[in-house]
């Protein structure tokens, strides 16, 4: 059936837990650009034969491969853009440099995304004021600064004091 | 007078676990900051500070002052004059200028759309922060005094981190709509967008749509290959419900409930009063001030 192909990689992410990035099925992405290819193809003699040769019956079957051919345009922008907000959220998790294993998950592209976005975030914070602006990466957590010691003169001499 | 200032913070401060008790404590702590010598029974088991901002940091009130004006784009205007705009200057001291940022940062993180941005704000805040800074730096290594300072600006480096962050993700989430928003928008209306996250926005934009078109677009058959991201990008949900505390009484709100059968209503919001609500009905209050999303 079409859009087997599309399917899958949606499966395949929704698989996969959140925050984590499967490796890129290039293959996956390449059967179903072919897919799309073969029934545009079929689509257009199709048309062709419709117009000249007044052959309407062909209309649903052009109706039905141009549904398939946006649902797997569908499924695979989704795939795409899905990927691309996990990779996101991994900038705010490990900071500019991605360890290796995630690296090799990665498409080329997804990496020039990737690169792309860390630059337009630092120019964004350096811009945010003072010298340098602020980082905002940092600070995730409120702050919770757990004792102050300290030692009180006087009466209270011998008692080391915690708040 | 400590006192009210408390139960004032307090609703936002027990969201993270901070007591009431501690806070009530620090209260009297930091009015006291300047003598080292503190009476034992005034020593909190401190699990938190109020936002207060210490007053005494340089012995006096810091104040801030930026145009209050119609078109909200001007820079702050640290000599201050009034502008023949109509503009008018506002005098905050510190604490008043935090207690503005947390609320600016309780309503991002609570509405589901991008609010107004609020640069003056943000500006004045990372300026308190740098004087802050510096007179620790060059304050003596009095312990006490430098490690609650250093609290007490780490709090606000969190809270003004968050709310860039909160909004930063509203960009990213509905990048195509924001844009389309802060295109047709009129002069003189005011901007859910600083110039630097316009900036952003647009690199975001741009970054994505070539992404896409390099990656799967250029591939596919041409009648296919434009895919209007304003469409496939899911919208805000301002049908989603909100908590909110009422700040200036209001009246005559209507109210359209989201079944068939009830009709619209009108209702009036008393001071203090809290409520559910859905967004939609009252984003305007929201802007104006006149309600706090909790």
Known sequence: ?163 | MHGRRVSESSAGAEKFGWSRAGLEQFALLSSRFQVPRLRPHELPVLTACCSGVPRCLAGRRVSIRFLVSEKMTEEPDFLGQDSDGGSEEVVLTPAELIERLEQAWMNEKFAPELLESKPEIVECVMEQLEHMEENLRRAKREDLKVSIHQMEMERIRYVLSSYLRCRLMKIEKFFPHVLEKEKTRRDGEPSSLSPEELAFAREFMANTETYLKNVALKHMPPNLQKVDLFRAVPKPDLDSYVFLRVRERQENILVEPDTDEQGDYVIDLEKGSQHLIRYKTIAPLVASGAVQLI
């Open chain 1, 1 to 163: 059936m079409f859009c087997e192909k599309a399917m899958e990689l949606v499966r395949e992410l929704h698989r996969a837990p959140e925050g984590q990035l499967p490796a890129f099925n290039e293959d996956g992405l390449r059967q179903v650009l072919e897919e799309m290819k073969a029934l545009y193809e079929q689509n257009q003699s199709d048309v062709n034969e419709a117009k000249s040769g007044g052959r309407s019956d062909l209309i649903p079957t052009i109706k039905f491969r141009h549904c398939s051919l946006l649902r797997n345009r569908r499924c695979t922008v989704a795939y795409l853009y899905d990927r691309l907000l996990r990779i996101r959220a991994l900038r705010w998790e490990y900071g500019s440099v991605l360890p290796n294993a995630l690296r090799f998950h990665m498409s080329a592209e997804e990496m020039e995304w990737f690169n792309n976005y860390k630059k337009s975030l630092a120019t964004y914070m350096r811009s945010l004021g003072g010298d340098e602006g602020l980082d905002i990466t940092q600070d995730m957590k409120p702050p919770k600064s757990l004792y102050i010691e300290f030692f009180l003169s006087g009466p209270m001499s011998k008692r080391l004091w915690r708040i």
